[in-house]
């Protein structure tokens, strides 16, 4: 019996009742933790010190904290814009400082990225888990408690739930916990009712898993703001990486990508070759691919637009896909019948009697139909509504009865008036959970039904595992490009996305090695790893390509594209030498020679090896000089479409430059040197008044105002 409480708070008291205290919590990670909840029962327990509780989760999602005076005058009013009323996580504050109490502990196996460096509780407690293995994980270490945000919509009266943003490792969960409930273990679900989440149906709407659910909450204080990731800046070098990605996508394919800048480029690029096809390859012309990446877009993926369209399948629905779902370039439908799959890749299909002979060749109907042939067949919209067995006949509209037999010639004419126009349950995305800027949930929210049936929100091993419905996940992802993102990759073709070489957690492993996995297991699939070649730190580049790494996420020996911004790396199946020479290829030519004699001083090079000619010109010149030549409409700063005004984005651009450009402590140097140099107030008044700059009161402020000056002429915006 599913109680329906309107406060936290009791539903606090009946979890601590149940479970005698000794709470083991599990919660989705991202979006979907009810935080109303969590905060009520972590306030309860760190004021009664006889009470027990474990927190097991990931992605616990914090605003953007600001390193300095600066960055909390940008920041301030932004947040208070875009969060307003979002309630934060308490338990994170307490994680970031180390002051948990000491009878409340964290588990997380995803961090939000380089948000817990300096948090030596979660770096002790964190667990490292490849995502489709976090179920078993969480039921080994014995919760009793799971608790997660739902949608709510009423149908006719009647009140439906959905797990909406976050199925993806509670429907894999379930299961495992109703097996313990059933033995005669002490469990409780809470689900705590959103109003603004944007119900997701299909598998995601929690209909046989009700009963399951102890507790539906609806506290009136736990609507606020959902949890938003503003679209970031995408920079000159983030368009190349994905620029080049992009034409690695195969027309017809299954694609899966991240989120962030990286991914936004690519998804951007995608739309240019989709949209302005013209413009797209004048681009690619302007930067003249080499021969050997030339044959490799022609044999793995193209520059033309997208004629048969795409299917996503991402662990991840971010902004970028469901853009990519409006543009009409992910449209690609898969079904979840095998049959009806296998006819649908051999060429697109329509209801018909064609159709149903075809079904019947591949035995997955018979000549009689059976009740559950018929539901079927209804499902995917081959029968219309109009059409019910009873005993041996085939009842039809307009009280239309005969015999239930597909070879007789007068059924197989009686039944085109109950065959559908078109196929019905077709999904051109599935997804495990999503996150995203505010648009993108309104726009979740704003889509009819139908539009919103085509994406299936689903289980996790059902998306990042190739096990289990193998059969027809080979068939539903054909050249599937799995696209994820790495901040250091190694010349021998290993990569690194989760842990910096001192040992400390960035973020986590999540779904990235599945993938990888699952691209060497599928016909026709690869693994594209995007990364920037070289970053800025104080005021000195370096590179991201690195000889050796004491710590990788992808091992070497599931090595197969990496993209950088000056081209494609092709490992799969090479030997050292070769993966060696195709890194020093893409790598930044700042940086190729001493990575080159690295390689040779290692005995992995050969002696008498140098770098080709036209592969020496690798620098951030040449990225300017061909988006010169493209113009600036090529590489847009917020591709799809940002929270920040004309002014925030201005500043963003001069923040980012003081950020880059010097360390913490040469930080007043600078601004001493700005204080006094004369700048010009009035071309950035806008600027320094949205900072509070536009008068200075004081000695600080002063110098403030100067060194923002100097880093607004620096980034060349003047109006």
């Not at 923002?708 to 109006?719: G, M, P, Q, R, V």
Request: with cysteine; proline share 4%.
């Amino acid at each position: 019996m599913t109680d329906l409480l309107h406060s936290a708070e009791q539903a606090v008291d009946i979890v601590i009742e149940r479970t005698g205290g000794d709470i083991r919590l599990a919660m989705p990670l991202g979006l979907g933790k009810p935080n109303r909840f969590v905060n009520a029962l972590y306030r309860r327990v760190a004021d009664d010190r006889s009470l027990k509780l474990e927190i097991y989760t990931a992605l616990s999602l914090g605003k953007p904290g600001a390193g300095s005076d600066l960055e909390k005058r940008f920041l301030s009013p932004f947040l208070q814009r875009v969060f307003d009323d979002y309630e934060e996580l308490d338990y994170l504050k307490a994680v970031k400082h180390d002051q948990l109490p000491g009878n409340i502990a964290v588990y997380e196996f995803f961090f939000q990225p380089g948000s817990l460096l300096g948090s030596r509780s979660a770096q002790r407690h964190y667990i490292s888990s490849n995502y489709t293995h976090v179920a078993r994980d969480l039921n080994a270490r014995g919760i009793n408690v799971v608790a997660q945000m739902l949608a709510h919509r009423q149908v006719d009266g009647k009140d439906h739930y959905s797990f909406s943003c976050n199925p993806e490792v509670t429907l894999d969960l379930m299961p495992l916990l109703k097996a313990r409930r059933d033995a005669g273990e002490t469990l409780v679900a809470v689900g705590q009712i959103h109003r603004e989440l944007p119900f997701m149906a299909n598998d995601a709407e929690v209909g046989e898993w009700l009963p399951e659910m102890d507790l539906l909450v609806d506290d009136p204080q736990g609507h606020g703001r959902l949890f938003s990731t503003p679209n970031m800046p995408v920079s000159q070098q983030d368009h190349f990486v994905g620029l080049h990605a992009s034409t690695l996508v195969r027309d017809g394919g299954t694609l899966q990508i991240g989120i962030g800048a990286l991914g936004d480029a690519l998804v951007h690029h995608t739309r240019l070759r989709d949209q302005d096809n013209e413009h797209y390859r004048n681009i690619l012309q302007a930067w003249s691919l080499p021969a050997d990446q030339q044959a490799l877009m022609e044999r793995e993926g193209g520059d033309a637009s997208f004629r048969d369209g795409l299917y996503g399948c991402s662990e991840m629905m971010t902004h970028g896909l469901l853009t990519l779902i409006d543009d009409g370039i992910i449209r690609r439908p898969v079904y979840d019948w095998l049959p009806l799959q296998e006819l649908e890749m051999r060429e697109p299909v329509k209801p018909g009697l064609a159709l149903l002979d075809a079904l019947r060749e591949l035995g997955a109907i018979n000549r009689r139909l059976d009740r559950a042939q018929i539901r079927t067949l209804k499902r995917f919209g081959i029968f219309t509504g109009g059409i019910r067995k009873q005993g041996d006949a085939l009842h039809l509209p307009n009280e239309v009865s005969v015999a239930n037999d597909l070879d007789d010639r007068v059924t197989r004419e009686a039944l085109k008036a109950v065959l559908g126009n078109e196929l019905a349950g077709g999904v051109v995305m599935h997804g495990g959970f999503f996150l995203g800027p505010t648009a993108f949930y309104q726009r979740l929210r704003d889509m009819s039904d139908a539009e919103r049936d085509r994406i299936n929100m689903t289980h996790i091993s059902f998306i990042n595992h190739l096990y289990g419905d193998e059969a027809l996940k080979r068939l539903q992802r054909p050249h599937a490009r799995f696209i994820n993102t790495a901040f250091t990759a190694t010349l021998l073709g290993a990569a690194v996305a989760d842990q910096l070489d001192d040992g400390r957690v960035l973020s986590g492993v999540g779904g990235q090695y599945n993938f990888v996995s699952q691209a060497h297991e599928l016909e026709g699939a690869r693994s594209i790893l995007m990364l920037r070649a070289w970053r800025e730190r104080a005021g000195e580049a370096c590179s991201n390509i690195v000889f050796s790494y004491p710590h990788n996420t992808i091992p070497r020996h599931l090595r197969d594209m990496v993209v950088t911004e000056y081209g494609v790396a092709d490992l799969r199946g090479k030997t050292d030498e070769e993966v060696i020479i195709a890194m020093l290829n893409i790598a930044d030519s700042r940086f190729q020679t001493e990575l080159m004699e690295q390689a040779k001083d290692a005995g992995k090079l050969r002696r008498d090896f140098q770098i080709a000619e036209a592969r020496r010109h690798n620098t951030p010149a040449r990225l300017d000089e061909v988006a010169r030549r493209c113009g600036e409409q090529s590489f847009p700063r917020f591709p799809l479409g940002t929270d920040f005004d004309d002014t925030e984005q201005q500043l963003m651009e001069a923040l980012t430059w003081l950020k880059e450009k010097v360390s913490h402590k040469e930080y007043l140097q600078l601004g001493r040197k700005a204080l006094f140099r004369e700048g010009s107030e009035a071309a950035f008044q806008p600027a320094l008044a949205r900072m509070g700059l536009d008068k200075t009161g004081n000695l600080r402020e002063r110098l403030y105002q100067r060194l923002l000056l100097t880093a607004l002429e620096s980034t060349n915006h003047h109006k």
